[in-house]
């Protein structure tokens, strides 16, 4: 079983997006989704900038709930950081067919920017299973009957799914 692990790139991921959040005036643009999947509940953080002007969308549907509910900002950021703060992290290919274990915290992240002064746009779109160290990480892969559904290599690029470019 080859698994790559995802602790350091999530680590500048979870950097990147607590900047975002506190100091959105230091982007030129911006276009980020994160859907967490957790506990059978769901978090949607969404915002994006374009033009000079900022939309915004924080919503979520706790497990019992069949509607979605808005949610505050800092709600939403708490919820998504703190899936950002686990111990490890594998991601999912293009070739992922099953569903993921329900169990575990899950992030699809959909994250494009350009920081003021920068001369391009960067962008990335992965989807994460979040685990507490590499043992939790590799009895996860184990588990799935589908181990082409999880990333081998670094750095990642497929058709629909991409680490930055």
């Known amino acids: ?6 602790a350091d790139y999530i680590a500048d991921l979870r950097a990147l997006f607590m900047d975002l959040d506190s100091r959105p005036e230091g982007f030129q643009t911006f276009d980020v989704r994160l859907e967490l999947a957790v506990a059978g509940g769901l978090v949607v953080y969404e915002t994006k900038r374009r033009k000079g002007q900022t ?3 924080f919503y979520g549907r706790p497990a019992a ?4 509910q808005q949610m505050s900002q800092a709600a939403a950021f708490a919820a ?3 899936f950002l703060a686990l111990g490890q992290f594998v991601a999912l290919t293009d070739a992922a067919s099953e569903t993921l274990d329900a169990r575990y915290p899950h992030c ?4 494009s920017y350009r920081k003021k002064g920068q001369p391009a746009a960067r962008s990335m779109l992965m989807v994460f299973a979040g685990l507490n160290d590499d043992g939790d990480a590799l009895q996860f892969v184990s588990n799935a009957t589908d181990q082409a559904a999880f990333v081998a290599e670094r750095p990642h690029r497929a058709q629909k799914t991409y680490e930055w470019k």
């Open 80 to 82: 998504i950081d703190r």
């Open 108 to 111: 699809a992240v959909n994250f």
């Open 65 to 68: 709930a069949s509607a979605n």
């Open 1 to 6: 079983m080859n698994v790559a692990f995802y």
């Open 55 to 57: 939309d915004n969308l």
